[in-house]
């Protein structure tokens, strides 16, 4: 059961005025076996332990009192003597305890107080003997009045002496009292900080900053060298603290050696990301991360790596995707050219065939589309064989534009015609010759007022050239126009 503060009070005010006759009277577990800890509630409730000056509890084997519950940590709390009474210490400073309801880390602690470790609460019962120190509180109010007591009594007694005394003696005893006080304030003062110094000590401890714990340690040294409990406690300190910089150096030593077993590994990976081989360089680096996965070189290349082929896959989509265009396009050229073929509009039908077989040569399609393309050719140089034959004689008779006309008329219905586009383009230069000599004549007969030879002339410019983007053609254009005959 907690202490009630008012009843706490009530108990020190009685040991003040009354002694320890009656403090003793009012203590159950003042005689008997010795101190010891009960469990009051929770999953392991009526286990104890007796213990003299020290006992550890948590849920390990290795705990004096062992606790069955999830709630409660390996190695808890541990109360044990020290020179200012007893101590609770918290382990661990993840888990809480409560020490009558309220949250420690360390404290003293009394004979009857209630400690709850997660769901378990235990009751503490302690000797009369061992008690007395841990009262931390009412000690300092007992000392106070004893020690204002015997000055009283020593200052009575001083005061006798001084008056049967002779004025030397006097004098002397004056000295020697006040001095024999000065030192008795001096050790109650470092006792006091000695006590402060080892609790803090223990407070860190508990918490785990073992450096803070190794200072107030030191520091309770120097008020007392011969200290065992700050001289075991430093040593413990300074045990875990080398525990702990080997650790280090043992991590460091290891990771170097790593490292360098990594090297090579990650060399190849470097060499294979230069030349944008990925996959080789994933998978030199997931080699190298089973080794040492703390690396942090691993993780940076593996970062690249991942960009690097998240690039590459991008690329192979946008791949596909035009791969996917252009076999839509071709498709669509390909009925195109069907649709024009039946409708028997030949070379347009050649001219989608072409498109097909361009953007998709490698087509199932591909085969059947040149045999078609092929056919249709024949078929237009069969069609308009007669014409070109019309042509031929009328090259014969020297009639130079009559075939240029048919030539013409048969590229309008074959563009591609070999034999029709190698006359046409043979007679160009010659047409244009006449044609710049026409346009001449008629600037000549234009001088001599003959309009309408004039506009003969420009007319066979016209029709000679038959190319309206041509120069000498938007000449003689220019030309009738000004005369007004367009």
């Known amino acids: 059961m907690a202490h009630d503060p008012s009843s706490r009070l009530q108990d020190d005010l009685t ?6 006759t009656l403090e003793t009277a009012a203590k159950p577990g003042a005689q008997g076996l010795g101190n010891l800890i009960q469990v009051a509630t929770g999953p392991s409730k009526g286990a104890s332990r007796p213990f003299a000056t020290r006992v550890l509890i948590g849920r390990s084997k290795k705990c004096d009192l062992i606790i069955d519950d999830p709630t409660v940590s390996r190695e808890h709390l541990r109360v044990e003597r020290s020179e200012i009474g007893y101590v609770a210490v918290n382990l661990n400073a993840k888990n809480f305890t409560l020490l009558n309801g309220k949250e420690i880390s360390s404290a003293t602690v009394r004979d009857g107080d209630i400690l709850q470790l997660g769901d378990t609460t ?3 019962t302690l000797r009369e003997d061992s008690f007395a120190p841990a009262r931390s509180q009412r000690s300092k109010r007992r000392l106070l009045l004893a020690v204002g007591l015997c000055l009283v009594l020593g200052l009575g007694f001083v005061a006798l002496r001084l008056l049967s005394s002779p004025p030397a003696q006097r004098e002397q005893a004056v000295i020697e009292e006040e001095t024999r006080k000065q030192q008795d304030m001096e050790r109650s003062s470092q006792n006091q900080a000695l006590a402060d110094q080892l609790t803090a000590a223990n407070r860190f401890l508990g918490q785990g900053n073992i450096p803070a714990a190794s200072d107030r340690f030191r520091a309770a040294l120097k008020l007392d060298p011969a200290n065992a409990e700050a001289r075991s406690g430093l040593a413990r300190c300074e045990k875990t603290l080398a525990e702990e910089s080997n650790a280090r150096l043992a991590d460091q ?5 790593l490292k360098q077993q990594v090297a090579p590994l990650l060399t190849e990976a470097n060499v294979r990301l230069s030349v944008k081989d990925y996959a080789g360089a994933k998978q ?3 080699q190298a991360k089973a080794i040492a996965p703390e ?6 290349l593996l970062a690249r790596v991942e960009t690097g082929l998240a690039e590459e896959q991008a690329k192979k989509q946008q791949i596909e995707i035009e791969r996917r265009t252009r076999h839509e396009q071709a498709k669509k050229h390909l009925r195109t050219a069907q649709e024009h073929k039946q409708a028997s509009k030949h070379f347009p039908a050649i001219q989608a065939y072409d498109q097909f077989l361009a953007m998709a040569p490698e087509a199932p399609e591909a085969g059947q589309a040149k045999q078609d393309a092929q056919e249709l050719r024949a078929k237009l140089v069969e069609q308009t064989a ?6 031929e004689d009328f090259t014969k008779k020297g009639k130079t534009l009559e075939a240029l006309a048919i030539w013409r008329e048969v590229l309008l219905v074959y563009p591609e015609h070999p034999e029709a586009s190698r006359r046409v383009a043979a007679l160009v230069p010659q047409l244009e010759e006449k044609a710049s000599t026409a346009y001449q004549e008629g600037l000549a007969y234009e001088d001599l007022g003959q309009t309408k030879k004039a506009i003969a002339k420009w007319q066979e410019v016209i029709t000679l050239l038959n190319n309206p983007e041509h120069e000498t053609v938007i000449k003689a254009q220019k030309k009738l126009k000004e005369l007004q005959v367009f």
């Not at 007669?386 to 042509?391: C, E």
Request: cysteine-free; overall charge negative; aromatic content about 4%.
């Open 15 to 20: 040991a003040d005025h009354f002694g320890d």
């Open 253 to 257: 030593q290891r990771a170097m050696e």
């Open 284 to 286: 030199h680096l997931l």
């Open 295 to 300: 690396e942090g070189e691993i993780a940076a």
């Open 122 to 124: 235990l009751k503490l």
């Open 386 to 391: 007669p014409a070109m034959k019309k042509a």
